[in-house]
């Protein structure tokens, strides 16, 4: 058994032959022909599409003082055949743009599509979401919001946004992800780790209040 695992091979094992656009619109397809080494010697020719996405920040906002988490509900063209419907209850999202760091795309994205101010801003975890077929890097962010702050529909009008803020006890969200009624991946990450994370935040928000408290009175 091993104890730890490193890759097989490295980027200079895999070589693109062919980088051709094939869908130039909302999102872009590539058509690549490529050549890379295989597991049981020699190498292996391919073809394959990929859909460049760029990267993209999700940030789940965690109020500690309530235990609750402020999430937001939108239509998903790719749930259209969803059994509960296309409207998924998610992180708040979007995409980088050149020059913007993480916590930049948290702070305008909890802006725009849930009208909060966020803090104790970290990350979780980076990752692919669907490393067949995409390029998309996920940035998965952690912050502290005021969940009394939250209410309404909010998003860009001229981006076809139309979002709903929903603020949800934290032991309801984590029973959402157990039977499958939340359904996005990186909703389903962020609150696993808020479910092993949890005790250790609140504690460090109640020794934080206390400590203030302690400062103001002397």
């Given at each position: 058994?091993?104890n730890?695992?490193?890759?097989?091979?490295?980027?200079?094992?895999?070589?693109?032959?062919?980088?051709?656009?094939?869908?130039?619109?909302?999102?872009?397809?590539?058509?690549?022909?490529?050549?890379?080494?295989?597991?049981?010697?020699?190498?292996?020719?391919i073809?394959?599409?990929?859909?460049?996405?760029?990267?993209?920040?999700?940030?789940?906002?965690?109020?500690?003082?309530?235990?609750?988490?402020?999430?937001?509900?939108?239509?998903?063209?790719?749930?259209l055949d969803?059994?509960?419907?296309?409207?998924?209850?998610?992180?708040?999202?979007?995409?980088?743009?050149?020059?913007?760091s993480?916590?930049?795309?948290?702070?305008?994205?909890?802006d725009?599509?849930?009208?909060?101010?966020?803090?104790?801003?970290?990350?979780?975890?980076?990752?692919?979401?669907?490393?067949?077929a995409?390029?998309?890097w996920?940035?998965?962010m952690?912050a502290?919001?005021?969940?009394?702050?939250?209410?309404?529909?909010?998003g860009?009008?001229?981006?076809?946004?139309?979002?709903?803020?929903?603020?949800?006890?934290?032991?309801?969200?984590?029973?959402?992800?157990?039977?499958?009624?939340?359904?996005?991946?990186?909703?389903?990450?962020?609150?696993?780790?808020?479910?092993?994370?949890?005790?250790?935040?609140?504690?460090?928000?109640?020794?934080?209040?206390?400590?203030?408290?302690?400062?103001?009175?002397?």
């Amino acid at each position: 058994m091993q104890n730890s695992w490193r890759p097989t091979f490295g980027p200079e094992d895999c070589h693109i032959e062919d980088d051709v656009p094939v869908f130039d619109g909302y999102f872009k397809m590539y058509r690549l022909k490529l050549r890379h080494r295989r597991f049981k010697g020699g190498e292996i020719e391919i073809q394959r599409e990929l859909f460049r996405r760029g990267n993209a920040v999700c940030v789940l906002l965690y109020d500690p003082h309530r235990d609750a988490v402020v999430m937001v509900e939108q239509f998903r063209v790719g749930a259209l055949d969803a059994s509960q419907g296309p409207w998924l209850l998610e992180l708040v999202a979007g995409i980088s743009e050149p020059g913007e760091s993480a916590v930049d795309v948290a702070v305008r994205e909890s802006d725009e599509e849930a009208g909060l101010a966020i803090s104790g801003v970290h990350p979780i975890s980076r990752f692919l979401p669907s490393p067949g077929a995409c390029d998309e890097w996920i940035d998965l962010m952690f912050a502290c919001v005021d969940a009394a702050q939250a209410q309404g529909v909010h998003g860009l009008p001229d981006e076809g946004e139309d979002i709903k803020v929903q603020v949800i006890d934290a032991e309801a969200a984590f029973e959402l992800v157990r039977n499958g009624r939340i359904n996005s991946g990186p909703a389903i990450i962020g609150l696993q780790w808020l479910e092993l994370n949890r005790a250790r935040i609140r504690g460090e928000t109640r020794s934080e209040a206390l400590s203030e408290e302690i400062v103001s009175t002397k």
